[in-house]
């Protein structure tokens, strides 16, 4: 290290002679002085040669006295009439002890050396201004210089951002240099406004080549404007060597604060049964120095749904509970709503899932409204029984309504749905034909469900039959073997406007296929025959909507067989279902007519049982 700062201090010493002291050749001379720092780098003596030719000299540090140790030596020559300082540096520094005595030999060549012991033996231009011999001599002073004990300060960070209202931290580390050891005093300056600053401590002690962390803590207040602030800080030290000080800049930037709130929905996604509800928690938080009230409010829940919170129009951070209650007819879905948050100009929401479900249950289904069975015949249909929303008791499938001499068996019954029961009605010869309404229950799990089956119990069909013209004429005639008959039951059917209603249409001894067709209907009135054709002997069922006129008619059923028709009739009454309608008078000779035609069926029938067995 080179020689940058004079270390040396004036070290009291009597004057043995007038401002000067001469010493020869052989007679080397030595300044005492004792050190004031720990270390020596460099030695500067002052020379001034007198002589007319160079004069070579020698200088050498010693420990304790002219013939201790020599810690520091160097020979250098001076020219004629020169004049200055002269260095001797250290390699490295020179371990010494402050206060102890060390002594600098100046030794010359040849020659007498004068080395002025005090001040104002010289002037300013480093001339001898007293003593003697004044033209032969070396004149010389001393500086000694060393390390100045110091410090070192940094901030980890450097530069600290901090929002209105908050707090941020920085450390300050203080390192010794150059063998420091003691206590560093520290201070803060800073403009106003300026954030408050604070350390952990104001008097750090540090060893000698140790370190200090001392905590900054940055407290900036709300009201504090926005923008970049410096924050001064000092360290000073100080020993027999004098004082040092140092400062370090911590900058300080300022954000306006964050003003927001969060929103959150806890579950996500939840299941509901219609008719019921179900809550989620939504948690309003808190962000930054936000201090107004917010406000909740749900969308896209739709028709059916109806929505309440716990608490509402609050300052957060607060909790409120959501609970979505459904109808009972809501439809089954899942949906998406949003809780919408708002307040202090910020709108914030959050996306929940809502899964509507039914409650457990079962249906049933019948793959036939009506069943048409002669006598002494049977006839099937089926129940489906179907379960739903995890039902799984067992269902117990009845009948009800069942015609006397009529029984039902069940292909299934009494498992969990789903499954399916075939029914199998037996109509024995001693039921009565016409129409029975079959009730269908099933229960299970403390639920009923219900059905019915139009039940057409048709008589046996009869060897002769009775053939009607469209003028209402009745002829009798015995029927070879080969020809057929046809028969309607029941033969009348009221109905009221719009309505449906059916009739079993019984064709029996038919070689051939029979085709079916109806008249003698409004226009308005519609018909189907279920099959549309009959083979041989059979039965079709007759479906029969009702118009909007009212009235009494009657209708021919038209049977077609191979160039051979048949014809039945039957008495269709529509109600009007605003106000009834009024029956119409019917003549007496139209009675009459009617009284001869069944007469006569009942005799060709009569007829035909004798031919054909009953």
């Known amino acids: 290290m080179s020689a940058q700062q004079d270390q040396f201090r004036q070290i009291n010493i009597s004057c043995t002679s007038a401002g000067a002291e001469v010493v020869s050749t052989n007679n080397p001379i030595g300044q005492t002085f004792r050190p004031v720092v720990g270390t020596i780098t460099a030695i500067a003596v002052y020379l001034e040669s007198r002589w007319g030719s160079p004069v070579p000299f020698a200088v050498t540090l010693h420990e304790g006295s002219i013939n201790g140790p020599s810690l520091l030596s160097k020979t250098m020559t001076i020219g004629p009439g020169n004049k200055g300082w002269f260095y001797v540096n250290s390699s490295v520094p020179i371990q010494v002890d402050p206060g102890s005595t060390y002594v600098i030999e100046v030794r010359a060549g040849f020659g007498n050396v004068v080395w002025h012991m005090c001040d104002n033996a010289y002037d300013e231009g480093q001339r001898i201004k007293s003593g ?116 370090i800049t911590l900058l300080v930037g300022v954000k306006e604060s964050l003003k927001d709130f969060t929103v959150s929905l806890s579950p996500l996604s939840a299941k509901v049964q219609r008719g019921g509800s179900v809550t989620f928690t939504v948690d309003v938080g808190k962000v930054g120095n936000f201090d107004a009230p917010v406000s909740l409010r749900v969308m896209g829940l739709g028709s059916g749904f109806q929505y309440s919170f716990s608490q509402n129009s609050l300052k957060p951070p607060f909790t409120s509970t959501l609970r979505i209650t459904t109808s009972p007819n809501v439809p089954l879905s899942t949906l998406q709503f949003t809780v919408v948050a708002e307040g202090g100009g910020k709108v914030h929401n959050v996306t929940g899932s809502l899964e509507v479900s039914e409650e457990p249950g079962f249906t049933i289904s019948l793959d036939k409204s009506e069943l048409l069975v002669t006598q002494g015949g049977n006839g099937t249909f089926t129940i489906s029984v179907n379960g739903y929303g995890g039902f799984t008791q067992p269902i117990t499938l009845a009948l009800s309504n069942l015609c006397n001499g009529c029984s039902a068996s069940f292909s299934a019954n009494g498992l969990p749905p789903s499954y399916q029961s075939v029914v199998t009605i037996v109509v024995s010869d001693k039921a009565s034909p016409g129409n029975y309404t079959l009730g269908v229950t099933a229960s299970g799990g403390g639920l009923t469900r219900s059905g019915t089956v139009r039940l057409v119990v048709m008589g046996r069909p009869t060897n002769t039959t009775t053939e009607v013209s469209t003028e209402t004429s009745t002829t009798e005639t015995t029927q070879p073997a080969t020809q057929f008959s046809i028969t309607v039951n029941p033969s009348s059917l009221n109905l009221k406007t719009g309505e449906s209603g059916s009739l079993a249409v019984m064709v029996a001894g038919a070689e051939g296929v029979v085709t079916l067709d109806v008249s003698g209907l409004p226009d308005d009135v519609r018909y189907s025959f279920n099959p549309p054709t009959v083979q041989g002997t059979g039965a079709s069922s007759l479906l029969i909507t009702a118009g909007d006129t009212p009235g009494t008619f009657t209708g021919v059923i038209t049977a077609r067989s191979d160039g051979t028709s048949r014809t039945a009739t039957f008495q269709l009454t529509i109600e009007d279902k605003e106000g009834g309608f009024e029956i119409p008078l019917i003549p007496v000779a139209g009675v009459a007519i009617l009284l001869v035609i069944a007469l006569l069926a009942l005799t060709l029938i009569r007829r035909r049982r004798r031919v054909f067995g009953s």
């Open 132 to 247: 003697s011999p004044v033209s032969d001599s070396l004149d010389f002073m001393i500086r000694v210089y060393g390390l100045v004990p110091d410090i070192s300060l940094s901030l980890n960070p450097e530069n600290l951002t901090v929002q209105q209202g908050e707090a941020a931290q920085a450390t300050l580390q203080i390192e010794s240099l150059q063998g420091f050891e003691g206590d560093v005093q520290l201070s803060m300056t800073a403009l106003s406004p300026s954030p408050s600053v604070s350390l952990s401590t104001l008097t750090a002690h540090l060893e000698s080549g140790g370190t200090a962390q001392v905590t900054v803590t940055v407290q900036v207040p709300e009201s504090l404007a926005p923008g970049n602030y410096s924050i001064s800080i000092g360290a000073a030290i100080s020993g027999p060597w004098g004082s040092k000080s140092k400062t």
